[in-house]
């Protein structure tokens, strides 16, 4: 996590000018890393350092690309225990500058972050070459059609984002599946000269942890898995049908995003601090209401900008209050004010997202989807359903994908996931994986919300433990939040 909706930012955030660079052939054997100061404007503390990879793993001695990594040093290197890497999510997000630590992790590790192929400061997936190129990308991002004549401009405004990366952004494209990501951080691994790996990976980082630990078993040392995709569900579906449906929907993010937001307005119609709460009214018909209004009669916030904002919400129940104030002033038309979509610059997701799964040949396969969708999750099923429509018009493929085995014997491997619902990656996921993966144990937290790391002391120090020592929680906890939703932080 992580940052608020950060699937929804980075499947289509592909928005880099020009080309990439891909290095001639060289000795496909990592050398070692060559620490050193960081870029002008990075965070304080951190080393800096590149290595190069193959950019096919199936041609170890053909040309190659540049992964960045950040490095914050263990605080006490005198006992330093080893390195922790991680991955913030996406796919797509930047990576190098971590995110995730405990006061005990960063004092025994390096803490060592990497952008992945095809991201930021390495070498990086660009699929336009002039900013006029960007605009089809702009008018999709963070949104999703819910009449015919939308749908009409947003199935073009895709079309066209696919074809200008499949033009523009040379081999690379290829070569972006999650495989060749956990390959690269296998080197990694190698250069820093751990034998085996540590990882704290969160939301895609499960997946990316748990591709890692079906092609590398023996080399699995610690790997927890935060807010955590079922595998299955995201490379090709549990069951042949679905292979019918969009990976996006098949994930079913949708329904613990409804899950969540009765989790908020049952917490909300409880505490007085909040600011949408109407004592004697029931707050889903609330709701409801509002998205009937917008539904029919658009004005400044529009029934997406209600979908969307309250959504990335509800991946953290800090966000409460802010949603309450929010919804409240969204119930008001002469109050209502308009909401700027993100245009976020993390590059390649969309390439990684379309290499790894498996979705419908026919593009009509996604209005049909978020349609069903929306049965089960007002607004929330199309909001899902619509982020991978890119891969119905997308042209590059990446023979290295992995489709499984997913329960290849392991060292434990921890899960944390959100009892109360996560809209990114849901609770059933969680508990599903744990059965999938070869020796898995779920950790809860008895929240809402997309991750569970630096939300709970509880959950804090069975990461602790887990990634210093390899202790596991009993089999079933359930840890609670420091703090509760409408509580000031």
Known sequence: MTTIGVRTATLLTLTALAAATIAPAVSAAPKGLAWGPCPAGSPPGHDCAELEVPLSYQDPGGPRITIALGRLPATDQRHKRGTLFTNPGGPGNPGRFSKFQTPSLHRQFDIVGFDPRGVGAGTPVRCFTSEAETEPLKRILGTFPITTEQETRHFADVREVA??????????????????????????????????????????????????????????????????DDPIAWS?????????????????????????????????????????????????????????????????????????????????????????????????????????????????????????????????????????????????????????????????????????????PTAPILLLANGKGDPETPYAGAKRTERILGDARLLTLDAWGHGAANRSACVDAALDAYLSYGRLPARGTVCAPDHAPFDAR
Request: net charge neutral; charged share 20%; aromatic share 8%.
């Open 163 to 228: 074809a200008l990366c499949g033009r523009n952004a040379g081999p690379l494209l290829g070569h972006l599946s999650t495989t060749n990501v956990a390959r690269d951080l296998d080197r990694l691994r190698e250069a820093v000269g751990e034998p085996r790996l540590r990882y704290y990976g969160l939301s895609y980082g499960t997946y990316l942890g748990e591709v890692y630990a079906n092609l590398f078993p023996h080399r699995v040392g610690a790997l927890a898995l935060d807010a955590v």
């Open 236 to 408: 090709t579906g549990h069951r042949p049908e679905d292979a019918n449906i969009p990976f996006s929907t098949r994930l079913g993010g949708f329904r613990d995003a409804d899950r969540a937001l009765q989790a908020f307005l049952d917490t909300c119609a409880a505490d007085t601090r909040c600011a949408f709460r109407e004592p004697g009214t029931d707050l889903r018909a609330k709701y409801n209401a509002l998205l009937d209004r917008l539904e029919a009669t658009p004005g400044a916030i529009t029934y997406q900008d209600v979908i969307r904002r309250t959504h990335n919400a509800l991946t953290d129940e800090a966000n409460s209050p802010a949603l309450a104030e929010f919804l409240q002033s969204a119930t008001n038309p002469l109050t209502a004010k308009a909401i700027a979509t993100p245009f976020d610059s993390a590059l390649g997701g969309g390439g990684t997202i379309c290499a790894d799964t498996t979705n419908p040949p026919d593009p009509a396969a996604w209005p049909r989807a978020a349609r069903a969708a929306d049965r089960e999750s007002r607004g929330f099923g199309s909001y899902d359903a619509y982020l991978s429509l890119p891969c119905a018009f997308w042209t590059a493929s990446d023979p290295a994908r992995h489709t499984g085995p997913w329960n290849r």
